[in-house]
Each structure stands twice: as C-alpha cells, then as structure tokens.
C-alpha cells in the first residue's frame, strides 16, 4: 500500500558541459532520475536538447540562468552576472530570451521552471518567472502548491564547503524513506568528468553513481514511493 508519495528528481544544469550531459543520460538511463532543468545559455545546450528530443519521457524545464555566485570565506561574490539581478527590465528580458531559446531548441515548451543557484526566489526575477510559469501553465520551483521542493542531496554546505556524506548512498536513502506524503522535487546535480569549471565538480560524478546505486532504488520501491516526472507529477 503506498501513501501517495509522488517523486520527481530533476538535475540542474542540463547543458552545462559534456560530462553534466552524460552524467544526466546516466542517471536517467540507469538510476531514479525523472526530469532535468536545461541550461539554454551553456555552450552544450543544443546536444542537451537533442537528448531530450530523443527521449520524451524525460520531462525538461528551463534553468534561468542569471548569473553564480562563489561564497568566499566573508562573503558571496560573482563568477558572473548575465545581467543586473535588481533591475526589473533586464531581468524580464533575459528571461523572456531565454525561453524563447528553449522553445527554439527543443521544439516545446517547458515542462517547469527554476533558476540557477534559485535566483528566481528573489524579486524581480520572482514576479517575472512566476509569470512565465503562469503563462505556460507549469510548475515554478518552491511556489507551485502541492509540490515540495527537497534539496537535501547535496555535496558541499551553504557556504560551499566540502559535505561528502550529502550525498552518500547511505544519506539518499535515509532522505528517501523520510519523505512527507504527496509530491515532491528531489534536486540532484549530476555528471560524469566535469570539465566546465563549475565550483561543484567532482560530486557530480558521485550523484551519479548514488543516483544509480541499486540501494536507492531498493528503497523506493520498499517505500511505495512513485517515481514521477513533470508531466505526469499530479496525483
């Protein structure tokens, strides 16, 4: 008997590198990954979208990307900023572009919509994405109701700091059999030899494997958990 547990596991950075790809493909192929965010800006963009046009179970959203931001021991400070993040016109502009290039490159809308490094929690770029979300009728990340963001799988603290344990085989499952009734995102970040520069690199080779490891998938099915994608996430 299941208690209605509903699960999505999306990866961000979906184009990002040639390795975020395959670890993408990886994890989806072999492992609980249902849906990915892609990144319309990076450089692997195209090939990221080429899979999802190869592989329509696979549900995929847009990952504005407004710019990253590194925590340098007294403060944050940016690797870069595509535009000013306070300035209402260009962030609606960027946006807008942004998911004109989706659209372009997938050939269909966003399945959900979040943002890098979740910039969109923050005004403007909130009122502007959740217009976007409303527009197309998807889910906005940690504003649809009903459904749960979990962003416990993860690799470095807060302040970037180095947190293997996040996303051990051992700490995914424990998340797994502790999730709440209902429906939720799990947040992952996987790859394979990353080679994008990205200040989280080497755990994604390790979401991967974890994403993949016969334990976790175990535990899903022990639990009556119900692996689910953007496309069909609704009870």
């Known amino acids: 008997m299941t208690d209605g547990r509903r699960l999505i596991v999306n990866a961000d950075d979906f184009g990002l590198s040639a390795g975020v790809n395959r670890g993408i493909a990886q994890a989806h192929e072999q492992g609980i990954l249902t849906s990915a965010s892609l990144m319309v800006r990076a450089g692997h963009a195209a090939e990221a979208a080429a899979y999802a046009q190869a592989h329509p179970e696979l549900s995929v959203g847009l990952h504005v990307d ?17 535009v000013d993040t306070a300035d209402d016109a260009e962030v609606g502009a960027e946006v807008a572009a942004q998911v004109e290039r989706f659209c372009a490159l997938t050939g269909r809308a966003p399945t959900h919509l979040d ?19 409303r527009r197309f009728g998807v889910p906005v990340r940690s504003f649809t109701p009903g459904l749960r963001y979990e962003g416990g799988f993860y690799g470095q603290s807060g302040k970037g700091e180095p947190w293997p344990e996040g996303i051990a085989v051992g700490a995914l499952c424990e998340l797994l059999r502790a999730l709440p009734p209902g429906a939720s995102e799990l947040g992952c970040h996987p790859g394979i030899d990353d080679d994008s520069g990205s200040s989280y690199c080497a755990e994604r080779t390790v979401e991967t494997a974890t994403l993949c490891d016969p334990r976790v998938r175990a535990v899903v099915a022990e639990e009556g958990i119900a692996l689910r994608s953007y496309l069909d996430w609704r009870d």
């Open 115 to 133: 943002a890098h490094q979740h910039a969109h929690r923050s005004e403007p770029a909130k009122s502007i994405v959740l217009a976007f979300g």
């Open 66 to 82: 407004l710019g990253e931001w590194h925590y340098t021991g007294e403060h944050w400070v940016a690797a870069y900023e595509v």
